[in-house]
C-alpha cells in the first residue's frame, strides 16, 4: 500500500513539477478555510437573528 501511495506522489511529481503541486496544496487549503469560515459565518448570522450568540468563540479578522 505504502509502495502505491509513493508511485503516485512521484508521478504526480514528474507529471506537474513541485511548484505547481505547492499551488494546488495553497489552493486547496484556501478553499477548505473559506468553506469553514462560510459555515461559521452562516452560523453567526442565525445565532444573531435569533438573540443568542456561542460563549466563548473568538472571531479573527485574519486575511492572511
Known sequence: MLFKLLLVAFVLLLVFGASRIS??????????????????????DADSSSGTSKPGRKRSNDDG
Open 23 to 44: 499551488q494546488l496544496g495553497r489552493g486547496v487549503g484556501e478553499g477548505i478555510r473559506n468553506f469553514k469560515k462560510g459555515l461559521d459565518d452562516e452560523g453567526s
